[in-house]
């Protein structure tokens, strides 16, 4: 085994391809998480029509491929800009819809995680159980101080492991940035396979991308634990009652 | 004035009517019992006290304040208003999970009646104090007995200072053996003369604690008086029957 090739590869997948994935990953978590909030309050919301619209778009984005809606906006919206650029004699749509590369990312896989966000927030909602209105109503709270002191905490607690799935997913996804030709940490790798006729790259890629589902699983443990209130702490006393364990 | 005042309550779901023109009323200091089969309708009229149930019709005043007259709601902040003195103690404990004992206590304190954070403290440990629970006040609910959340439940209701306490069977989602602690927190709080209405189905104690008895059947207060009277000598025959099927 060659290290010193080994370490070029590593180097080169690291500064040229990573740098994308977790500049995407981490653009698209810090929008789609409270995009999705503010959408599962829309499709919560006394307003019908506000309703409507927060449950097509979650229809939308969940019933059509990733893939789909980013070549849509990769390649469509120009498209769309020309078009009322000439409509309407204005110049000023054709720059509009004539995204940058990575912000057209941005843009599509944020819209996309924020759909599915919003339904396990909704989910997380669902969960709750009226009760706990009915105490926060007795005891005086405002609706805002409701959502926000005794809903929202809960909320997230439940909605924890889903999000931890759809992060981890997350990470993965950000290999579409290969359909739409961005370098990325496949795309990376895949050149220097073509270079050097050596599969190793590809497994560089692999473990690159196990190392950040390994941390971001360990993360969303630790996350977990902290919200795990309302589970009785069972392991603590068997322990204490347990002599063999005290020792 | 009364503490509560009922006048041809009446609550429909829909097509079933669950109270059909309910009257009484509560004096200061009193203890009410609520009994009677499931289903009569005890539940909605409690519920229907503290603005949790919508009612179909009637009146209803707390402390002189009309909550719905002849079936017409009064704005949401004369009803937030009228209510503000009444506290309601669940069958399930409703405590927030996600919090400890002490700031299930807190909370609403703090953000309701955004009072002093000492004078919050000095009240809960007081309050932890008479429901002999001060070692568990940094627990999380999950970590406590049935019957000690309910007794949490019950000091975090003292925590708003109400002068009235509505009880939805606080102890029928207990074991047996721990409805003793919550019975006594309650007579403890009739000792001080708090106002109080409780659904219960434990006879013996609405017997011993209650100064008045409401007997419901299909959503009408059928018969209603002092324990003795009730128990004793029931003039209803359905009141009667029903005494006579729960001692068995
Ligand atoms: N939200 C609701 N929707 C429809 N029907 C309801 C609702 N709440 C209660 N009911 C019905 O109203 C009737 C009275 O219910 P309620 O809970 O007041 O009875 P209860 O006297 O408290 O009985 P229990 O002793 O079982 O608690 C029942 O027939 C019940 O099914
Ligand atoms: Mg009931």
Redesign the interface.
């Known amino acids: 085994m060659d290290f010193n090739y080994l370490w070029s590869v590593v180097r080169m997948i690291l500064l040229e391809g990573v740098g994308k994935t977790l500049l995407l990953f981490a653009v698209v978590i810090v929008i789609s998480i409270p995009l999705g909030f503010l959408v599962t309050l829309l499709s919560k919301c006394r307003v019908p029509p506000l309703r409507w619209i927060a449950n097509a778009y979650i229809f939308i984005m969940r019933g059509t491929p990733l893939l789909l809606q980013l070549v849509f906006i990769f390649y469509g919206f120009p498209i769309i800009g020309n078009s009322l650029a000439s409509a309407f004699h204005m110049e000023f749509f054709r720059d509009l819809f004539q995204l940058e590369r990575m912000n057209a990312a941005f843009l599509g896989f944020s819209l996309n995680y924020a759909a599915y966000f919003a339904e396990i927030f909704r989910g997380g909602l669902l969960a709750i159980d009226k009760g706990q209105y009915e105490a926060a109503k007795v005891l005086g709270f405002s609706k805002p101080a409701t959502t926000m002191r005794i809903i929202f905490p809960q909320m997230i607690r439940v909605a924890l492991p889903s999000v931890a799935n759809e992060t981890i997913t997350l990470i993965k996804d950000t290999s579409l940035l290969y359909a739409v030709a961005i370098q990325e940490t496949i795309n990376v790798a895949q050149s220097i396979v073509n270079r050097d006729s050596n599969i190793l790259p590809l497994v560089v890629a692999a473990a690159v991308y196990l190392v950040l589902v390994f941390i971001l699983t360990i993360f969303f443990k630790w996350l977990e634990s902290k919200f795990n209130h309302d589970k009785p702490k069972k392991g603590r006393k068997k322990r204490l009652a347990s002599p063999e364990q005290s020792l | 004035m009364n503490m509560i005042e009922v006048k041809g309550l009446k609550k429909s779901f829909g097509s079933l009517t669950v109270l059909d023109g309910v009257d009484f009323s509560v004096n200061k200091g009193d203890v009410v019992a609520v009994i009677g089969s499931s289903g009569s309708g005890k539940s909605t009229m409690l519920r229907c006290l ?3 149930e919508r009612a179909s019709g009637g009146t209803i005043e707390i402390q002189g304040n009309p909550l719905v007259k002849d079936g017409v709601y009064v704005p949401e902040a004369q009803r ?1 208003k009228a ?2 003195k ?3 103690v ?1 069958q ?1 404990f ?6 400890t004992v002490r700031q299930n206590l807190e ?2 304190p703090k ?3 955004k009072l002093d954070k000492e004078q919050i403290r000095r009240d809960s440990e007081e309050q932890l104090a008479k429901v002999g629970l001060s070692d568990k006040a940094d627990e ?4 406590l007995s049935g019957g000690q959340q309910q007794r949490v439940a019950i000091a ?2 003292l925590m ?1 200072k109400p002068d009235i306490l509505l009880f939805d069977e606080p102890t029928s989602a207990l074991d047996p053996e721990l409805t003793g602690g919550v019975l006594e927190a309650i007579r403890q709080l009739a000792e001080e003369h708090m106002t109080m209405m409780i659904v219960t189905h434990e006879m013996n104690f609405a017997k011993n604690v209650a100064h008045q008895v409401l007997f419901m059947d299909s959503g009408k207060i059928l018969e209603q008086g002092p324990p003795q009277e009730i128990f004793e000598n029931p003039k209803a025959a359905r009141t009667k029957e029903f005494l006579s099927t729960i001692s068995k």
């Open positions: 503290i603005d949790l937030k209510i503000s009444m506290g309601m669940f399930h409703n405590l927030f999970p996600h919090m909370l609403a953000v309701v009646q999380y609910p999950a970590n975090r209701a708003m």
